[in-house]
Nanobody, 115 residues
């Protein structure tokens, strides 16, 4: 199994920044990709950014140029640096680990951006 613990959410004003962290434990050697997803009230969960084991990244169009996903292998941690936050970025953000085992999800962390 893979365990994921997210942190770093909070309440900020538009234009400010936040950094989310996702620390993994367990069978982390079996992870092929890590992703950050978000779900706003009344909306479906959507992919925000992902990073593969090879270091490749992919972003939702809505966050390109503002968000950056990265990882620290020594700390088994994936980060999501969020700059120039907008009220429409308000959501619960989830970290996920994907591999041959399927997918594991964190508990989510709330990000609220006020205008």
């Amino acid at each position: 199994q893979v365990q994921l613990v997210e942190s770093g959410g909070g309440l900020v004003q538009a234009g400010e920044s936040l950094r989310l962290s996702c620390t993994t434990s367990g069978y982390i050697f079996s992870i092929n990709a890590m992703g950050w997803y978000r779900q706003a009230p009344g909306k479906q969960r959507e992919l925000v950014a992902e990073i593969t084991s090879g270091g490749g990244t992919n972003y939702a169009d809505s966050v390109k140029g503002r968000f950056t996903i990265s990882r620290d292998n020594a700390k088994n941690t994936v980060y999501l640096q969020m700059n120039s936050l907008k009220p429409e970025d308000t959501a619960v953000y989830y970290c996920a680990a994907h591999g041959a085992f399927g997918s594991y999800w964190g508990q989510g962390t709330q990000v609220t951006v006020s205008s």
